[in-house]
């Protein structure tokens, strides 16, 4: 779910182009060239939350900003890996995953190849991002998926993009402990930032669609770390699986009908409830709805996230409700697991920027520091608690 964790340390600030630093980086780092690299974008969510591990429908965005993975054969034995933004390596071998949590999930790509019988050389690797940490914004899947596409490259495997995001979910589940779908990956590997991806989670059957009509994407950063992220997210897929076997489907994605939850006891029915309307969300804007109607969706999402799935907090309530206040603003919702984390809003095209002033400034004014992400601001406008602050809190 992110690439951040418990005990990670804030980044540092190594350039904002991932893609044309990365090679630079490396030969800093390891004395040579690269010999193949990879990256891949993080993603926002536009509609369509909690549903993939429930087989159903989901419609993300590529974000502008992006990982950057690079590598060589390396001299052995085994694998180090330098993160540019903390300015650290790791050293490990397959056998034992390595303690820093960067490192742990390109291990884990390493171990499911290796698994699938890819011979690995030593490598080197340095991984360079922008993609903001630990706000639901997928900065985990950029990371897999760039390591995946780096290894591709390195090694000629014949892995097609699906099948890049099959394995990076499997190194998420198995080696990050988070039971995450196949959203975030898929979204890392084959969505762009024009387009949003109509992804059918249990046939894989996906189209590209263009963003909505008179709608631009506006992300916020609410600054609270994302609370119990993956204990209350296992406990949601766990819920959603009782609740589909004591309906009698294999899963929530075969109701259509939110009444036929109704006889589930609480708090099983209100979780049903919310995977089932929000799949009909996604079907009927994935189906053509215009910016407004979109937006109409959005605050239904948010508010069927915030009553049903109980996966809100007071802090990403009153920024959403700020941006839905916002008269240039077509909807917002929270966007990723919850719990904390990033706000998305469908803003009227070219007031993005000043809507997400009002929105922090009244914001700030409840005592909290919130972050435009998407658009990325202007370089001339960071400052602290910027986009591209060196120091922000902790845990983000
Ligand atoms: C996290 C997971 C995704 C998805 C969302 C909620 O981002 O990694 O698979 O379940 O939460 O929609």
Do not use: K
């Amino acid at each position: 779910m992110s690439a951040g964790g418990p005990g990670h340390r804030a980044p540092s600030r190594p350039g904002a182009d991932p893609v044309a630093e990365g090679p630079r980086g490396f030969a800093a780092v390891f004395g040579r060239p690269p010999e193949a690299g990879g990256d891949a974008p993080g993603r926002v969510n536009l509609l369509g939350e909690h549903t993939d591990y429930n087989d159903g429908y989901v419609l993300p965005t590529a974000i502008p900003q992006r990982t950057r993975v690079d590598v060589a054969r390396g001299a052995g034995p085994g694998f180090r890996v330098h993160a540019a933004e903390y300015r650290d390596t790791a050293s490990f071998d397959l056998a034992a995953p390595p303690a820093e949590h960067h490192a742990r999930y390109v291990h884990g790509c390493l171990r499911e190849l290796a698994d699938g019988g890819v011979v690995l050389p030593p490598l080197d690797l340095h991984l360079h991002s922008t993609v903001p940490i630990g706000v639901g914004l997928s900065s985990s899947a950029a990371l897999e998926v760039a390591t995946l596409r780096a290894l591709r490259a390195l090694l000629g495997l014949a892995l097609d993009d699906v099948e890049i995001a099959r394995l990076a979910q499997r190194a998420e589940i198995a080696y990050a402990g988070v039971q995450c779908g196949i959203m975030d990956p898929m979204a890392s590997s084959l969505a762009d930032t024009d387009h949003m991806l109509f992804l059918d989670t249990r046939s894989l059957e996906r189209t590209l669609l263009p963003l909505p009509r008179g709608g631009a994407v506006l992300v916020l950063d609410s600054g609270i770390a994302r609370r119990l992220a993956d204990s209350g997210y296992n406990r949601r897929r766990d819920e959603c699986r009782e609740a589909a076997r004591r309906l009698g489907v294999a899963s929530l994605r075969e109701i259509d009908d939110p009444a036929a939850v109704e006889s589930l006891p609480d708090p099983l029915r209100a979780r049903a409830r919310h995977v089932v309307t929000e799949n009909a969300r996604v079907l009927e804007a994935a189906g053509g709805a215009d910016a407004a109607r979109f937006g109409a969706l959005m605050d239904a999402s948010h508010a069927s996230l915030r009553d049903d799935y109980a996966v809100s907090t007071p802090e990403l309530d009153a920024l959403v409700a700020l941006l839905q206040a916002h008269p240039d603003v077509h909807g917002a919702r929270l966007t990723g697991a919850g719990f904390g984390g990033a706000c998305v809003a469908l803003c009227v095209p070219g007031r993005e920027g000043a809507v997400a002033a009002s929105a922090l400034a009244a914001y700030r004014a409840l005592g909290h520091a919130g972050t435009q992400r998407v658009p990325e601001p202007d370089p001339a406008d960071r400052g602290p608690g910027g986009a591209d602050d060196p120091c922000p809190d902790p845990g983000r």
